[in-house]
């Protein structure tokens, strides 16, 4: 006789359905590990993917970001240059002027405005002709007072440093205003 005769029938369905059961839980388990695995290198490959979308996109952010600076840094230096170029405009005209109101001061230059043609039959004090060695020819001309001739040297540096500041302004906002 063989040992499984031996043994009760329904000992032998309990040790056969414990059997199964076991396979069962055990294949069951064994699904479950390898589902696991597949899900985990899934994942995986899926968190890769999304590290490397991340850096590509960090990446980009960063080039563009550098190309901005260079952009702002260039457009910076460009009005420096700019404001430079004004500066300088502007000490050269004020050291012009300077010099001519020195000159005016020592009477080593003085001003002259032309008169219209007075009539003859008036009792202008003004000669109706140019004396020889004057620049002006053929039409009358006065000597104005130092003083007079300070002042309006005072009024044109004025107005030439306005027109500088004005070249300014309006190249800065040319600058500004271009777009890029």
Request: net charge positive.
């Amino acid at each position: 006789m063989r040992l499984f005769d031996l043994i009760p029938t329904r000992y032998r369905l309990v040790a056969l359905s414990t059997l199964l059961v076991m396979l069962a839980v055990g294949s069951a388990a064994l699904a479950w590990t390898a589902q696991g695995w597949c899900y985990g290198q899934q994942l995986e490959r899926q968190a890769r993917q999304h590290a490397d979308t991340l850096g590509e996109l960090s990446r980009a952010a960063a080039a563009q970001q550098r190309n901005e600076q260079d952009k702002r840094f260039a457009h910076e230096q460009r009005l420096q240059d700019k404001d430079e170029t004004h500066y300088k405009e502007l000490t050269d005209e004020q050291a012009k002027q300077a010099r001519l109101r020195d000159r005016l001061a020592t009477a080593d230059l003085r001003l002259s405005v032309v008169l219209a043609a007075t009539d003859t039959k008036s009792n202008s004090s003004v000669p109706a002709t140019t004396a020889t060695g004057r620049v002006v020819h053929g039409t009358t001309s006065a000597q104005l007072d130092p003083a007079h001739a300070q002042r309006i040297i005072g009024i044109t540096d004025s107005g030439d440093q306005g027109l500088i500041a004005l070249r300014a302004c309006q190249a800065y906002v040319k600058e500004v205003s271009t777009p890029k």
